[in-house]
T-cell receptor
Framework: EAGVVQSPRYKIIEKKQPVAFWCNPI?????LYWYRQNLGQGPELLIR????????DSQLPKDRFSAERLKGVDSTLKIQPAELGDSAVYLC????????????????FGQGTRLTVV | GENVEQHPSTLSVQEGDSAVIKCTYS??????FPWYKQELGKGPQLIID?????GEKKDQRIAVTLNKTAKHFSLHITETQPEDSAVYFC??????????FGQGTRLTINP
């Protein structure tokens, strides 16, 4: 079974430029997450989707970050314009949440996109 | 919101010895506690998890314990091997499915 696929693996851009990351979750997984991981720290949630709906975007800096998950499958995360402080690894994860269930299920992570803003 | 503290930040043990990593959480509503292993250049990978209705869970050389009253949980790795060297993260989640991670522990196994 293919895991969560992210692209690109690495991206170097100049500040003020736009950048986009792409994520293909595990087939059939209805929940998709974008996390940001700063160097030496744990991942921090940016946004969580259940199918096409963003159910938690409270941590997403909406002035420059945007995300979409068309058709409830693939997702893109965009930063425009990028700032030096955006340098980090951006991780995508997916899970299969059972309808009506209150039990958490395993989140599978992709390899991440390492963004460097210069 | 939830806050997860993880200790130690670095841990070095001799091959064959045991390693213990500890985490505390703040939200009493949290009911799911996974542990992830992250190797260099890779995403986090789940190694074991525990739910709030269980006090201990074991999978071969890895075990996790949970003390709901004290709001802390621990990862125990026995008979450590060089391939156990990695960064380990604990996390906590409530019914809202939001995983909050600790700061990570860099574990080094010395041959």
């Amino acid at each position: 079974e293919a895991g969560v696929v992210q692209s690109p693996r690495y991206k170097i851009i100049e500040k003020k430029q736009p950048v986009a990351f792409w994520c293909n979750p595990i087939s059939g997984h209805n929940t998709l997450y974008w996390y940001r991981q700063n160097l030496g720290q744990g991942p921090e949630l940016l946004i969580r989707y259940e199918n096409e709906e963003a159910v938690d975007d409270s941590q997403l800096p909406k002035d420059r970050f945007s995300a979409e998950r068309l058709k409830g499958v693939d997702s893109t995360l965009k930063i425009q314009p990028a700032e030096l402080g955006d340098s980090a690894v951006y991780l995508c994860a997916s899970s299969l949440e059972q309808g009506g269930s209150t039990a958490n299920t395993e989140a599978f992570f992709g390899q991440g996109t390492r963004l460097t803003v210069v | 919101g939830e806050n997860v503290e993880q200790h130690p930040s670095t841990l070095s043990v001799q091959e064959g010895d045991s390693a213990v990593i500890k985490c505390t959480y703040s939200d009493s509503a949290s009911n799911y506690f996974p542990w992830y292993k992250q190797e260099l250049g890779k995403g986090p990978q789940l190694i074991i998890d525990i739910r709030s209705n269980v006090g201990e869970k074991k999978d071969q050389r890895i075990a996790v314990t949970l003390n709901k009253t004290a709001k802390h949980f621990s990862l125990h790795i026995t008979e450590t091997q060089p391939e156990d060297s990695a960064v380990y993260f604990c996390a906590a989640s409530n019914k809202a499915q939001k995983l909050v991670f600790g700061q990570g522990t860099r574990l080094t196994i010395n041959p």
